[in-house]
């Protein structure tokens, strides 16, 4: 996959031996439709397709976003109320580890209709002020449990055994040639609950380790910019 190679500004996380990962983003990717069950991946094609999404070619999908949207964030500003976020955790590379930390992909649901690759460059991909090296936490991925919350309301709650696995977007990275300083890619989604209203002001996402109890967390509120004129 090529990509076009701009410098963000610098992300630091927090780790917990206390010591500060930073890193310049410089490719910025979004897995999509990313369930190891089959089922859960046509679940969100569904979920997609009721507000008017068409089906992807292919499955897991990657697409590439622009590097500057990989934001440690408290505010998202949007330009109309059909836009929501999505539960995810992000692979964050550094000069010598690959993180993993929580994120939440706010993607524009009316311009998705019309492509989700332009849809996921309409918002920031906000991730966690902390991380945990993935070494650290690999032997029990799939027990990492996902969580979010809009507006209070739980609106997504899994664990990452419902995801492709970190190691699986590590391998596919090495592929490409991107497992490399500034890579970070957002895993996709778990399915939604149902009859939960995503277009909310507030956003929250944790990922909870339960061998640890350690969360990290995400959050952040939607506001709307002032209206076009002229």
């Known amino acids: 996959m090529s990509t076009v190679r701009t410098q963000a500004a610098v992300l630091a996380f927090d780790l917990p031996d206390g010591t500060v990962a930073e890193v ?14 089959q089922d859960d991946v046509a679940a969100h094609v569904r979920e997609l397709a009721e507000l008017g999404v068409p089906a992807p070619s ?19 500003p949007v330009q109309h109320g059909r836009t929501s976020g999505e539960a995810e955790w992000a692979l ?22 019309h492509g ?17 090296r993935l070494a650290d936490v690999a032997d029990r991925i799939d027990s990492i449990e996902l969580t979010a919350w809009a507006d209070g309301v739980e609106i997504q709650r899994g664990t990452l055994a419902e995801l492709l696995t970190p190691q699986y977007w590590v391998e596919r990275l090495r592929d490409l040639g991107l497992l490399e300083p500034g890579t970070v890619l957002l895993s996709g989604t778990i399915p939604m609950h ?23 967390d995400c959050e952040y509120e939607v506001t709307k910019l002032p209206d076009p004129i002229g």
């Open 58 to 76: 292919v499955t897991p999908s990657l697409y590439p976003v622009s590097p500057y949207l990989a934001q440690q964030t408290s505010a998202v």
């Open 24 to 37: 310049a983003v410089t490719t910025l990717l979004n897995g999509g439709y990313a369930g190891r069950s």
């Open 194 to 216: 149902h009859d939960v209203d995503q277009f909310a002001s507030k956003w929250r996402v944790e990922l909870r380790d339960p061998a640890t109890g350690d969360v990290l």
């Open 92 to 113: 964050v590379v550094t000069d010598s580890d690959v993180l993993l930390t929580v994120a939440c992909d706010h993607t524009d649901r009316a311009l998705e209709v």
């Open 116 to 132: 989700v690759a332009w849809s996921k460059n309409a918002s920031p991909d906000v991730l966690g002020r902390r991380a945990w």
